[in-house]
């Protein structure tokens, strides 16, 4: 039987914030699997082992001193390794639901998870005319946010997930560099939260905003179970 909740944590540098992160995350949602991710930086597997986690040490794909990518937009290449990332780690944990953890998410109490596509914060960015004007175009009767927010603390559906994958690696195969060099209003296609969001939304699954999650700049965040933006260990 699959768990409810699991997570994919991307990490590079930052070991204090990781083990504040996991240790939070663990301590509400102890059994929940956790692949934890080194893009490119340092030696997180001391940690991994303490808490359990499936560990990858990948080429950096955020940018570094070495490679020197523009930290926007990810390219074709760059993002289809970013859906390879999110697709191994659908596989590996087998849950229903997956996390989005960073190093800056304070996970404060357990919490449902509701019926949801894809659910982040709600003062999010917002598409650009022509990407709302596309997605509205294949989905004519489909109500969903013009906004998006799946940062760290955000959730979206694996099984979903699943359905979508192959079409989503062909669509971005034959179209992402395209649109990113063609029309200027797609320049948010190279971001990963909005991307994921764009994509799950093409295809009849929209965004929600999430009732467990809270920026940190927000007044109430302190009434929720979930705050993202929390700098404190940095």
Request: avoid cysteine.
């Given at each position: 039987m699959k768990n409810n909740l699991g997570a994919i944590f991307t990490v590079y540098k930052n070991k204090k914030a990781t083990r504040f992160v996991l240790e939070n995350f663990k301590k509400f949602f102890p059994d929940s699997p956790i692949v934890l991710i080194s893009d490119?930086?340092?030696?997180?597997s001391d940690l991994a082992t303490e808490f359990s986690c499936s560990y990858y040490h990948m080429e950096n794909l955020y940018g570094d001193s070495t490679n020197n990518y523009p930290t926007l937009p990810y390219n074709k290449e760059r993002m289809l390794r970013w859906w390879d990332r999110l697709n191994l780690s659908v596989h590996i944990n087998n849950t229903k639901y997956m996390m989005i953890l960073e190093d800056d998410v304070y996970v404060?109490?357990?919490?449902?998870?509701?019926?949801?596509n894809l659910a982040g914060v709600r003062i999010g960015n917002y598409f650009s005319n022509e990407m709302l004007k596309e997605i509205k175009e294949n989905n004519p009767d489909l109500n969903f946010s013009n906004n998006y927010g799946m940062c760290g603390g955000s959730i979206f559906n694996c099984d979903i997930f699943r359905l979508i994958y192959d079409d989503v690696v062909l669509d971005i195969k034959e179209n992402h560099d395209k649109l990113l060099e063609s029309n200027k209003e797609y320049f948010l296609l190279g971001?990963?939260?909005?991307?994921i969001t764009y994509h799950f939304n093409k295809r009849g699954y929209p965004y929600s905003h999430a009732p467990w999650l809270a920026e940190k700049r927000e007044r109430d965040c302190n009434n929720f179970p979930v705050v993202h933006q929390w700098k404190d260990h940095y």
């Open positions: 490119g930086g340092d030696d997180f404060k109490d357990n919490f449902e998870i509701p019926d949801i971001a990963v939260d909005a991307n």
